[in-house]
């Protein structure tokens, strides 16, 4: 079994910036894609951005030009930089990442931004 523990969330004003880490129990696990998904109150979980193994990146089109994904691999962790950050980004924020033919997730880290 694999554990993704996540971090970094928090209360920021309209703007600002925050950064996730999730981190996975086991860093001798190969996951092939790594990613962050988010669910606002009364909303569906979407996708915001994931990296694959080789680098690839794909970002939802609500954040591209402000969040910033980024993943090492070999140490089985992903952060988001999130930036110019709004208070539609408000959402709890849960780490996803997929190997073996499982996919795995966090917790998840409360993001509020208010304006």
């Known amino acids: 079994q694999v554990a993704l523990v996540e971090s970094g969330g928090g209360l920021v004003q309209a703007g600002g910036s925050l950064r996730l880490s999730c981190a996975a129990s086991r860093s001798a696990f190969m996951f092939n894609v790594m990613g962050w998904y988010r669910q606002a109150p009364g909303k569906q979980r979407e996708l915001v951005a994931i990296i694959t193994r080789i680098g690839s990146t794909n970002y939802a089109d609500s954040v591209k030009g402000r969040f910033t994904i980024s993943g090492d691999f070999v140490k089985n962790t992903v952060y988001l930089q999130m930036n110019s950050l709004k208070p539609e980004d408000t959402a709890v924020y849960y780490c996803?990442?997929?190997?073996?033919?499982?996919?795995?997730w966090g917790q998840g880290t409360q993001v509020t931004v208010s304006s």
């Open positions: 996803n990442a997929y190997g073996g033919g499982l996919g795995y």
